[in-house]
Each structure stands twice: as C-alpha cells, then as structure tokens.
C-alpha cells in the first residue's frame, strides 16, 4: 500500500518564477491538504483540497493556488517566488471526517 | 500568535526511561489532538492522537494526556529507545476555521542515549 508520495524532491528556483509540486494521496484517500515548513518551525497549514475544491485556507497570499484532480492527486503552484518562500513543502491526506492526516516526505524548495 | 505551543526545543533521556513531551495550546476550539514524529529528510509520521472527549490514549510505548482545563497535553514514550531520537510536534485541529486543518507546535528535539 503505497504512502503520500511528492514530486519533485528537491528544487532551486530563482526569485520571480514560478513553481509546481505535484502530490498523490494514500491509497483510500480523498482529502489532500499542503504545508509549508521552515528551518526550525513546525508546519504551517497553507489549504486543503477536498471534491476538486478548496475547502480550508490558511494564512498565505494568493500568489500560492493549488488544484485537486478527480483522481484526488493534488498539485501547489506559487507564483512571483520570493526568497522567503524557501522551505520544505508538506502534502498530506486524509479521508473526509478524520483528524489524522499522513504526510509524504516532502519538496524541498530553494529560491535564489 | 502561536496557538499551539512546545517550550522545550529540545529533551535528553537515557535509553529505557520515559520521554515526557509537552505541548500547550490556547484555542479553545481545538478538540482534536495529535503527535508525529519527524526523522531528517522525511515528511512527519502520526504517531498517536487522542480527542478532547477523553483523558488518556495509549497505544504501546506511547500514551498521550489531554488536561483541558489547563490547554495542556503530553506525550510518554516508555521505555525510551534510541530509535525514538527525532523530532517531536505536536498539532491540533477542531470545529469552525479550525476545522480541517492541523496547527503545530514548533517541535521537540528527542535524544535517548544508549
């Protein structure tokens, strides 16, 4: 039974492109939500997918957008990349009406 | 502002002690609890969770307390093993804007020594 698996692990961006991470949820899965973690801090809730729509949305401008397909694979698109948007990008599903949501291993995302 | 809290960066225990891991939190619409643990270079695993309807959770080595009056919860690990070393957060969700998504804590390092 495969897990959360995320693509592509690593990448190096330059400040203004724009990326896509690309995520695919536990098999029985059909909630996928995104994470966004920096050095030293713990995972920051970015949104969560659920039907194909944005269900829940965290404190993160707009220049961070993601799609669900009917497959339930998931993909984060960040726009106009800042220096600061360097972290580690956390997918996670879960099945609708549970807490407990199963993380892959992650992108790491560099911007220079 | 940081609604879920853990004041402890890091704990140092020897192998075959109990870790005690704490974490507190101050939304009141959180009933939902949960602790991963992160290894480097991986994404974090769940570990146990536990619900605001209940005290206690136990699930082998590990048990988690939930004291609600006071917004407090804790994790046991007992007997600590070395492989129990990573890095410890917990996280919280609950009804209204907070449902859906988890809230962390900064994390805990964990050391158990042979």
């Known amino acids: 039974d495969a897990g959360v698996t995320q693509s592509p692990t690593h990448l190096i961006k330059t400040r203004g492109q724009q990326v896509t991470l690309r995520c695919s949820p536990k098999?029985?899965?059909?909630?996928v939500s995104w994470y966004q973690q920096a050095l030293g801090q713990g995972p920051q809730f970015i949104f969560q997918?659920?039907?194909?729509?944005?269900?829940q949305r965290g404190n993160f401008p707009d220049r961070f957008s993601g799609h669900q397909f009917p497959n339930y694979s998931s993909e984060l698109n960040v726009n106009a990349l800042l220096l600061g948007d360097s972290a580690l990008y956390l997918c996670?599903?879960?099945?609708?009406?549970?807490?407990?949501?199963?993380f892959g291993p992650g992108t790491r995302l560099t911007v220079t | 502002d940081q609604q879920v809290k853990q004041n402890s960066p890091s704990l140092s225990v020897q192998e075959g002690r109990i870790s005690i891991l704490n974490c507190d939190y101050t939304?009141?619409?959180?009933?939902?609890f949960l602790w991963y643990k992160k290894y480097p270079a991986e994404g974090p695993t769940f570990l146990i969770s536990?619900?605001?309807?209940?005290d206690k959770n136990e699930d082998g080595r590990f048990t988690v307390f939930l004291n609600k009056s006071a917004k407090h919860l804790s994790l046991h690990i007992v007997p600590s093993q070395p492989g129990d070393s990573a890095v410890y957060f917990c996280?919280?969700?609950?009804?209204?804007?907070?449902?859906?998504?988890?809230?962390f804590g900064q994390g805990t390092i964990l050391t158990v020594h042979p």
């Open positions: 996670a599903s879960s099945r609708d009406g549970r807490y407990e949501q199963y």
């Open positions: 098999s029985g899965h059909d909630t």
């Open positions: 997918y659920y039907e194909e729509e944005e269900r």
């Open positions: 939304n009141s619409m959180f009933d939902y």
């Open positions: 536990i619900s605001s309807i209940k």
């Open positions: 996280a919280a969700s609950g009804r209204g804007t907070s449902y859906g998504k988890l809230t």
